[in-house]
Nanobody, 114 residues
């Protein structure tokens, strides 16, 4: 079955960096669209970054200039490079992919100290 497994989360200091990875395995070789979402405690899940048609990356305003989404199609891996982290970036980050059907990872926790 198709699986998305996130990794790379953890504790970071304000101004620090983390790189999240999403390893994709299973019967689907490649997703048409991929994205990263996040959810802070007591908050709604929000879209952080997405790769759309033509490999164009789209970001929510709060992370523009700091986060970069990318994917390695050969290795079926999606990345989220996060720089200049602040406490507002704390939350569980989820990987998402679609190829007609939608798939979600279990999430990885990112904590940025204040």
């Amino acid at each position: 079955q198709v699986q998305l497994v996130e990794s790379g989360g953890g504790l970071a200091q304000p101004g620090g960096s983390l790189r999240l990875s999403c390893a994709v395995s299973g019967s689907i070789f490649r997703f048409n669209s991929v994205a990263w979402y996040r959810q802070a405690p007591g908050k709604e899940r929000e879209l952080v970054a997405r790769i759309i048609t033509g490999d164009k990356a789209v970001y929510t305003d709060s992370v523009k200039g700091r986060f970069t989404i990318s994917r390695d199609n050969a290795n079926n891996t999606v990345y989220l490079q996060m720089n200049s982290l602040s406490s507002e970036d704390t939350g569980v980050y989820y990987c998402w992919g679609s190829s007609g059907m939608s798939y979600w990872g279990k999430g990885t926790l990112v904590t940025v100290s204040s």
